[in-house]
């Protein structure tokens, strides 16, 4: 633990009790002494603050808004250039094989790009984009800001509290606020399935923050025990586990990232990594999908779980990516990989749990729907 990187919030999760544990180089809270279930819940029927400062915070600038959009279009199969300011995207990171080497999310602060990848990533993402985008664009990782998650349907008024301009916001906007005298760069997005804030904050105010809104009535710190049930519920990947480098965005069932403009017929269609791979996938289909998975029982199946037709003697057909208890649905939930063909909801199947095979139903997607205002 000595060797691990630690968070503007560290001293305060101790504090706070919180239970550390390492994750992608940092010493991160796992769980609080409220337990994993009640965090769960809590963020459901509240509002919980997380601390996700290990993420990487990148920042793009360039001559132009059109300049630092248009670079980054070659490396995301996403419309950059269309983004509103004040708006924020969902995207990928591509190689030349049409696999994803990360998720991110980007948004637009006038004319420069604001973008935030994953912790166990950020070293490599930093690197491609400074070897695909300098010296034309600027990139500069962003080193001395936390970064905190308030998700919950109480976290709107938590945060309109400290800054009445945060109830205007709308899924996905992006705006600076000022939250009791801090500058803070806030988009209304997470990792829930909830409505929520993340919220990047200088790291000499981010204790100050954070005590602020635990002040808050139905504010409570959530560990990473929690936010990771709640992303599964909510069919949100993990990267390195339900998508990887050799996984297709449409093997994933991320078509819907994708917009029109950067598909076959698009005013800029391709021009990313592996894009002539990605548009095969399209039009041509894929072996494998990534979906939901019901067990029918109570025992959860986890990740590597092998998945396995009905048929007498059964067929290997996919595997569990996440798997966990859903404390919101009741029951285990669990999201994979399955052949195409086996891939329509309410598929039967049979996971294999420490050699014994357990009914599982191929489920819709999420397993709890969306709170997000629209």
Known sequence: MSDLHQTPLYDLHLELGGKMVPFAGYSMPVQYPMGVMKEHLHTRAHAGLFDVSHMGQVMLTGASWDAVATAFETLVPMD?????DGRQRYGLFTND???IEDDLMFARRGDALFVVVNAACKGADIARMKSALEPDVTVTPITDRA????????AEAALAALDPAAADMRFMDFRTLNLDGIEAWVSRSGYTGEDGFEISVPDADAEALARRLLAIDGVEPIGLGARDSLRLEAGLCLYGNDIDAQ???VE????WAIQKVRRAGGDRAGGYPGSEVVQA???NGVTQKRVGLAPQGRAPMREGTQLYDAEEGGRLVGAVTSGSFGP?????????YV?????????????DVRGKRLPVHVAKLPFVAANFKR
Do not use: K, R
């Not at 970064?147 to 349907?153: F, K, N, S, V, Y």
């Not at 009741?330 to 994979?336: H, K």
């Not at 052949?339 to 996971?351: C, I, K």
């Open 80 to 84: 950059v250039l269309g983004l509103g």
């Open 97 to 99: 094989a049409g696999g």
């Open 147 to 154: 970064l905190i998650a308030l998700q919950g349907p109480a």
């Open 247 to 249: 996984t297709n965005p």
């Open 252 to 255: 994933a069932s991320l078509t």
């Open 281 to 283: 996938a399209f039009e």
């Open 328 to 336: 919101t649905v009741g029951g285990p939930v669990a999201m994979g």
């Open 339 to 351: 052949s195409d063909e086996y891939a329509g909801v309410d598929t039967a199947l049979w996971g």
